[in-house]
């Protein structure tokens, strides 16, 4: 968890600094099984849990890397990546994605964030740059790093 509030005055001062680290999140059956539901991605490695503990690398089945992205959303909000105080915070997409290990159903994840640049576009808004880490519980490689863009818009 963050320890000190990211405002909005206050980017430009978190640059090159960690924001925080949110809570671990379970990543179990249930939930891989609505997101293959949701997103129609039904492969047997994520749903079908007797055939991935018989034929898949990793013992038995893993999280679709996608779901464990979409995860960054809610963590970056525990987190504090997006200020309190912006009026309104709009995904503008990412600089970079890699999945570096699978997370194996049951496993815990977490996110760590640091704020990489700040760009003001003018108007109240400014185009954030976050790195984060999701890490997996007990490994010492993580799920995945990933770069996410956002515009942050000042209250007037």
Same mark, same amino acid.
């Given at each position: 968890m963050s320890t000190a509030a990211l405002t909005v005055a206050t980017l430009p001062d978190w640059i090159g600094k960690e924001i925080?680290?949110?809570?671990?999140?379970?990543?179990?059956?249930?939930?891989?099984? +609505?997101?293959?539901?949701?997103?129609?991605?039904?492969?047997?490695?994520?749903?079908?849990?007797?055939? +991935?503990?018989?034929?898949?690398?990793?013992?038995?089945?893993?999280?679709?890397?996608?779901?464990?992205? !979409?995860?960054? +959303?809610?963590? !970056?909000?525990?987190?504090?990546?997006?200020?309190?105080?912006? +009026?309104?915070?709009?995904?503008?997409?990412?600089?970079?994605?890699?999945?570096? !290990?699978?997370v194996k159903a049951g496993a815990r994840v977490r996110a760590r964030a640091t704020l990489v640049a700040v760009t003001d576009q003018g108007g109240g808004r400014q185009l954030i740059k976050v790195s984060n880490t999701v890490e997996i519980e007990g490994e010492t490689k993580p799920a995945l790093i990933a770069e996410t863009l956002a515009v942050v818009v000042a209250r007037p």
């Open positions: 925080g680290t949110s809570s671990w999140v379970t990543v179990d059956q249930d939930r891989i099984n +609505a997101f293959a539901e949701c997103t129609n991605d039904k492969q047997w490695i994520h749903v079908d849990v007797e055939r +991935a503990k018989r034929e898949s690398p990793f013992g038995g089945p893993i999280a679709h890397g996608y779901l464990t992205l !979409s995860l960054l +959303a809610d963590m !970056s909000y525990e987190i504090g990546s997006v200020p309190k105080d912006a +009026a309104a915070v709009f995904n503008y997409g990412m600089d970079k994605v890699r999945f570096l !290990s699978p």
